[in-house]
């Protein structure tokens, strides 16, 4: 007898998919209040609207990481994960993420920066990492001699697991009531968290560039692991330059500082592959998904650099609470996790075509937009940004609606990007969901 089962990882991703293109709407929404200030203000107003696009985005990135992940597995292992728990997992992603949204429009927050809903919707999501955890090690404990990428994916999960516990230090009153103590735990997991996930969508990059060259060299070299320590050293400790405008103890901010430099030898090594392999790139540009992780490679390359700038004492005075912030977590999110799980999407769902098709030449063009968009929606963030941050240090300070009407070509020139962002990401996760739902990627037949 056949029966046809979901396929747990394409389930994930297009679920993700979806997140993404609401995750967009909200955020075009909110451009718009930069602008007209009035906007939507008596109806969900940039209160809502930014939680609503800010979570959605986090949840794009979270479970495209999961999907990737169990994809992935399935590479190395012919036992299947345990159905029923994935599903139960996916079911408890789904009902957290309704009841956030659903919390984000009546307005019911109570959580913290980043994390602005209700708490009780992090249970479910706790739960279904747990889940998530028993699965992984279901899947992984048979396999020997590990690649470097299945460790990043292990050390992601369990450090996400683990930061996204200490998020919620805060409901007891030890740690609420001493607002030096919350404020420095609330800094430091908001870059912890994007290091686990960052551990395993780096991780995914590494299995895609094995599964494009049809080699194990990447993920079984020295070097590779050699990074992955280094990168473990960062998730762990570099978060110590988020909290240089918090009074506490200076050995902290100087190891943060010390461990933020370390960064400079991944700009070094981007810089040398980048010259040893521009053969590569003549020879595969034609193929979407390393035409993706390119473009990942570049905006790493960015905002690597932009982020060890913002690591020196000097500079962090100036950009802390600006929009520098906003332009390096956007740089990050769309530049780098999302060019990623564009290309694992390319790879998981089969997407075979190149820039000769009409498909073809029409995502040429499609990923030109989005690259050209994401560029100049960077620079505006930062160029508001650096002239806010100029204000804030000023001894003869304007009024700050003078500050802020001052910025209005800067809000303008994010929004026309944005919109064309908006639009060439959209079509993009159109098509990838047209191509899943006409080739049926998402169910798989099995025999029983």
Excluded at 180 to 185: F, G, K, R, V
Excluded at 227 to 256: A, C, D, Q, S, V
């Amino acid at each position: 007898m056949k029966l046809n089962k979901f396929n747990i990882g394409n389930l994930f991703l297009i679920t993700s998919l979806c997140l993404l293109a609401l995750g967009l709407s909200f955020g075009l929404l909110a451009t718009l209040i930069y602008i007209f200030p009035e906007f939507l203000k008596d109806h969900l107003g940039f209160v809502s609207l930014r939680p609503l696009h800010v979570s959605l985005a986090i949840f794009w990135i979270i479970l495209g990481a999961t999907g990737c992940i169990y994809n992935g597995l399935k590479q190395h292992t012919t036992e299947g994960s345990t159905y029923k728990i994935a599903i139960v997992q996916w079911i408890l992603w789904i009902t957290s993420i309704t009841g956030i949204a659903v919390s984000y429009f009546i307005k019911d927050f109570g959580g913290r920066e980043y994390w602005e809903f209700n708490p009780i919707w992090a249970f479910p999501i706790a739960l279904a990492w747990v889940l998530f955890l028993v699965n992984f090690y279901s899947l992984v404990k048979k396999i020997k001699n590990w690649p470097v990428y299945i460790w990043m994916w292990l050390t992601g999960v369990l450090f996400f697991l683990f930061t996204f516990t200490e998020n919620y230090l805060w409901v007891f009153p030890y740690f609420r009531e001493h607002f030096i103590t919350d404020m420095t735990i609330q800094w430091k997991v908001n870059g912890s968290l994007v290091g686990a996930w960052n551990q395993i969508l780096y991780g995914t990059a590494i299995f895609l560039m094995d599964r494009i060259s049809n080699t194990k060299n990447t993920g079984r070299s020295k070097l590779a692991f050699a990074m992955y320590f280094l990168g473990i050293t960062n998730l762990m400790f570099n978060w110590g330059h988020h909290i240089y405008t918090l009074p506490t103890e200076k050995y902290i901010r100087y190891f943060g500082y010390a461990v933020s430099m370390t960064e400079w030898i991944f700009l070094a090594k981007i810089f040398f592959d980048w010259k040893k392999s521009l053969n590569a790139i003549q020879k595969n540009y034609h193929y979407f998904p390393y035409r993706f992780l390119m473009a990942a490679d570049i905006w790493v390359l960015l905002n690597l650099f932009q982020a060890i700038l913002m690591s020196i004492p000097a500079i962090n005075k100036f950009t802390h609470g600006t929009h520098v912030t906003v332009a390096h977590a956007m740089g990050t999110t769309i530049g780098i996790n999302s060019m990623i799980l564009f290309a694992a999407c390319f790879i998981f769902f089969d997407y075979k075509l190149d820039t000769t098709s009409l498909n073809g030449r029409f995502l040429n063009k499609v990923f030109w937009l989005i690259q050209g968009a994401l560029f100049l929606f960077w620079l505006s963030l930062n160029f508001a940004g650096i002239k806010k941050g100029i204000w804030q240090l000023s001894d003869q300070q304007s009024t700050y609606s003078e500050m802020m009407e001052s910025l209005q070509p800067y809000f303008i020139t994010f929004f026309c990007a944005g919109s064309l962002l908006f639009i060439g990401m959209c079509l993009l996760v159109y098509k990838l969901l047209k191509f899943a739902r006409s080739n049926k990627i998402i169910t798989t037949t099995i025999k029983t």
